[in-house]
Nanobody, 126 residues
Framework: VQLQASGGGLVQAGGSLRLSCAASVNTGTSYIMAWFRQAPGKEREFVAA???????YQADSVKGRFTISGDTSQSRVYLQMNSLKPEDTAVYYC?????????????????????WGQGTQVTVSS
């Protein structure tokens, strides 16, 4: 599995960005696709995830502002980020882990994810 994240950049507070993750996955396997982020000096934290059935999950800190989306092919996953705040500044990572079911509720622990993209920097200025 290879993951390639893109779409980061510099934006003012209140602005929007859309991150994209291109994934080369085994089409016969179901995956949890997720976004995590890591700010300097902080632990990597869960942002959002989507399972193959399309159910989505967000961290409380981004609920109502960020939306994860993708399709059942799991070849591309997006993170639409609206109403950005300076505290959203971090490197954002796309991640994937195989699951047995289309409907698996995802773990929010980064250590449970096997595959990672290279990260894309998001900087929100105040």
């Amino acid at each position: 599995v290879q993951l390639q994240a893109s779409g980061g950049g510099l934006v003012q507070a209140g602005g929007s960005l859309r991150l994209s993750c291109a994934a080369s996955v085994n089409t016969g396997t179901s995956y949890i696709m997720a976004w995590f982020r890591q700010a300097p000096g902080k632990e990597r934290e869960f942002v959002a995830a989507i399972n193959r059935s399309g159910s989505t999950y967000q961290a409380d800190s981004v609920k109502g502002r960020f939306t994860i989306s993708g399709d059942t092919s799991q070849s591309r996953v997006y993170l639409q980020m609206n109403s950005l705040k300076p505290e959203d500044t971090a490197v954002y990572y796309c991640a994937a882990r195989p699951t047995a079911s289309w409907r698996t509720v995802p773990s929010r622990d980064y250590r449970d994810f096997r595959y990672w993209g290279q990260g894309t920097q998001v900087t929100v200025s105040s």
